[in-house]
């Protein structure tokens, strides 16, 4: 099982990114993907999630409207739209999947996102 | 919605038993059973090795076991080993989102 997020990288307030994350060892398209954060010294945060054909998705309240969760399957790939950023989404972002919707039971290694002017 | 709270850090000798608590809310543990525990290796990815408050994966050794009551899940190791030093992380589902605890270090000493 492997997840491999990319995409981070620095970007100015109020722009836009988007992270990839791409599955493999798995069925990716029987797992509901979720994205989770780490900010500078915080800890994690839950950030979205999206079932098999995203007719299910739910977003963090810090999040909603902003940021949009995707998939291709494909591809056995996620995505997170980031747009709108604020220097408080600074974080290390990474994608996990989960066998039970509120369930992860692996994690990718994360993709670096800088918000900075 | 606030982080879940895990003490900073505990140690044990080998051969002990530890129990590392986590405290949410009746907004997350305290309604649901869907706390999961992580085992943390430095630049490592986080092992699941409790789910559903007292399911193990596969795997995974019966010297970690889970429980809950009331708004606090805790986490179990008994014969402690060396190999157990790490980082324990606890995740609680709070109705939409999913909580995490700021993460407890442990050391055999």
């Known amino acids: 099982v492997q997840m491999v997020e990319s995409g981070g990288d620095l970007v100015q307030p109020g722009g836009s990114l988007r992270l990839s994350c791409a599955g493999s060892?798995?069925?990716?398209?029987?797992?509901?993907m979720h994205w989770v954060r780490q900010g500078p010294g915080t800890g994690l945060v839950w950030v979205a999630r999206s079932n098999s054909d995203e007719s299910y998705v739910d977003y963090a309240d810090s999040v909603k409207g902003r940021f949009t969760i995707s998939r291709d399957n494909a591809k056995s790939t996620v995505y997170l739209q980031m747009n709108s950023l604020r220097v408080e989404d600074t974080a290390v972002y990474y994608c996990?999947?989960?066998?039970?919707?509120?369930?992860?039971?692996?994690w990718g290694q994360g993709a670096l996102v800088t918000v900075s002017s | 919605q606030s982080a879940l709270t895990q003490p900073a850090s505990l140690s044990g000798s080998p051969g002990q038993s530890i129990t590392i608590s986590c405290t949410g809310n009746l907004g997350d543990i305290g309604t649901y059973d869907y706390v999961s525990w992580y085992q943390c290796y430095p630049g490592k990815a986080p092992k699941l090795i409790i789910f559903e408050v007292t399911k193990r994966p596969s795997g995974v050794s019966d010297r970690f076991s889970g429980s809950k009551s009331g708004n606090t899940a805790s986490l179990t190791i008994s014969g402690l080993q060396a190999e157990d030093e790490a980082e324990y992380l606890c995740c609680s589902f709070a109705g939409v989102a999913l909580l995490f605890g700021g993460g407890t270090k442990l050391t055999v000493l």
């Open positions: 996990a999947r989960a066998p039970y919707a509120v369930t992860i039971d692996h």
């Open positions: 060892g798995f069925d990716f398209r029987t797992y509901w």
